[in-house]
């Protein structure tokens, strides 16, 4: 069963309890969707489409454990955000790919396939030589 966002929650309140700087002390954004995810709650759109701008702002700021969560999150509510998201995504997550523990790996890679997405060869070359590097 999937339970709809309440209408009387403000993403401003959210986001407001969710810094996206070091250090943060308390669950970045992308968890905090993750664990709204996990407990069957499917945010409304206007509510998705501010933290999406929220979070394209934020992308470069995230760790390699952030990024794994949004896209984990993202694949549990089968929701997608568009094409200019996705670039900032794949540009934050290239980023710090060798970070990444093969299991995050393991867990990213299945998100993007359930949600159709299409990342770029040269992107998937990345991860795939990343994964591979330090064995």
């Not at 206007?46 to 995230?62: G, K, N, Q």
């Given at each position: 069963?999937?339970?709809m966002?309440?209408?009387?929650?403000?993403?401003?309140?959210?986001?407001?309890?969710?810094?996206?700087?070091?250090?943060?002390?308390?669950?970045?954004?992308?968890?905090?969707?993750?664990?709204?995810?996990?407990?069957?709650?499917?945010p409304?759109?206007?509510?998705?489409?501010?933290?999406?701008a929220?979070?394209?702002?934020?992308?470069?700021?995230?760790?390699?454990?952030?990024?794994?969560?949004?896209?984990?999150?993202?694949?549990?509510?089968?929701?997608?955000?568009?094409?200019?998201?996705?670039?900032?995504?794949?540009?934050?997550?290239?980023?710090?790919?060798?970070?990444?523990?093969?299991?995050?790996?393991?867990?990213l890679?299945?998100?993007?396939?359930?949600?159709?997405?299409?990342?770029?060869?040269?992107?998937?070359?990345?991860?795939?030589?990343?994964?591979?590097?330090?064995?």
């Amino acid at each position: 069963m999937v339970l709809m966002w309440p209408q009387h929650f403000a993403l401003t309140d959210a986001l407001d309890c969710m810094p996206m700087t070091k250090p943060c002390v308390c669950l970045p954004a992308s968890h905090h969707l993750q664990a709204i995810s996990s407990l069957g709650y499917v945010p409304d759109d206007v509510w998705l489409t501010d933290f999406f701008a929220h979070t394209r702002r934020a992308m470069r700021l995230m760790d390699p454990s952030e990024l794994v969560a949004l896209a984990s999150a993202l694949a549990r509510m089968q929701r997608k955000p568009d094409e200019p998201w996705w670039r900032d995504f794949y540009a934050a997550a290239r980023a710090c790919f060798r970070a990444l523990p093969p299991q995050a790996h393991a867990a990213l890679l299945p998100a993007l396939a359930s949600l159709a997405c299409k990342p770029e060869a040269p992107w998937l070359k990345c991860v795939a030589s990343s994964a591979y590097a330090d064995q």
